[in-house]
């Protein structure tokens, strides 16, 4: 792929490498690399890597890449099948060892204005249990979804909003 400096819409409609780790695909760009992600995970090489939540590359799927450079980038072969997408899917037990969060669905994406958000996430001073899901909100509108992540008794969340414009969320 031939990447021009800042950001780029790239597709791996039918590209898969025998590995598709996200630090294994962007290995041979990971000196331009600044970031990528797309509707609901990001990989960014200077964060802690328990921040990253962006960890296989999915053949059928689309990244916004950034790089401080142009360039060109070999990622695999052409592949003649492609992977369903994840589903999310919200549980309403909240113990430790179950997936728990806002109720809502699916995330609305408006493709206007995209932000990565990284946030210490706590429930009245502690860590989220395990599990944890945080989602972001404008108004009753499910703007993003995201399982907490915990790192030496600390909960963590990188979270992709997606607005339609200068909005309020919660």
């Known amino acids: 792929m ?18 598709m780790t996200t630090a294994t695909v962007l290995a041979p760009i990971q000196d331009k690399l600044l970031q990528i992600k797309n509707l609901t995970q990001s990989y960014d090489p200077s964060l802690p890597s328990f921040l990253n939540t962006l960890s296989t590359m999915a053949p059928g799927s689309g990244y916004w890449l950034k790089v401080e450079a142009a360039g060109t980038w070999t990622v695999g ?37 995209g932000a990565t958000v990284l946030a ?27 399982g907490v992540v915990l790192d030496n008794e600390i909960s963590y969340v990188t979270l992709n909003v997606n607005l339609n414009g200068p909005e309020s969320v919660s």
């Not at 031939?2 to 590995?19: C, I, M, P, R």
């Open 2 to 19: 031939n990447l021009k400096e800042g950001w780029n819409l790239v597709s791996f409609f039918y590209v898969e490498a025998d590995d």
């Open 77 to 113: 072969t052409v592949a003649d099948s492609m992977l369903s997408r994840a589903i999310v899917k919200d549980q309403p037990d909240h113990s430790p060892e179950e997936k728990a969060g806002p109720a809502g669905g699916e995330a609305t994406v408006y493709p206007n204005l």
């Open 120 to 146: 210490q996430v706590s429930i009245q001073g502690k860590p989220v249990a395990k599990g944890g899901v945080v989602g972001a909100f404008v108004g009753s509108e499910l703007m993003g979804l995201q």
